[in-house]
């Protein structure tokens, strides 16, 4: 299982900025798919989820802001930001929970979005 991210950098705040993540090896449309991040000092923090039959979930600090998508032919999975914060700077990680017994996840490397002036 591969997972690549990319899309990530400088952004002024208010502005918007798009991840990708290209993941490999895995049967995409079974998978419950994510975005994470991580800022420095902080714990890992869900930022968006979209599960395999459809259903997203977001976390409380980006409600309203961000979108998570899929292009399951592509085997892609996106997370539109918009009208980012300073406090949105952070690795971004792509994540892929595979439901099994038992189950499987996978990281990718991680892409930093810094939000400032």
């Known amino acids: 299982v591969q997972l690549v991210e990319s899309g990530g950098g400088l952004v002024q705040p208010g502005g918007s900025l798009r991840l990708s993540c290209a993941a490999s090896?895995?049967?995409?449309?079974?998978?419950?798919l994510g975005w994470y991040r991580q800022a420095p000092g902080k714990q890992r923090e869900m930022v968006a989820t979209h599960f395999r039959g459809g259903r997203t979930d977001y976390g409380d600090s980006v409600k309203g802001r961000f979108t998570v998508s899929r292009d399951t032919a592509q085997k892609m999975v996106y997370l539109q930001m918009a009208s980012v914060k300073p406090e949105d700077t952070a690795v971004y990680f792509c994540n892929v929970r595979i439901p099994g017994f038992p189950p499987e996840e996978y990281w990718g490397q991680g892409t930093l979005v810094t939000v400032s002036t």
């Open positions: 090896g895995i049967i995409f449309k079974s998978s419950d």
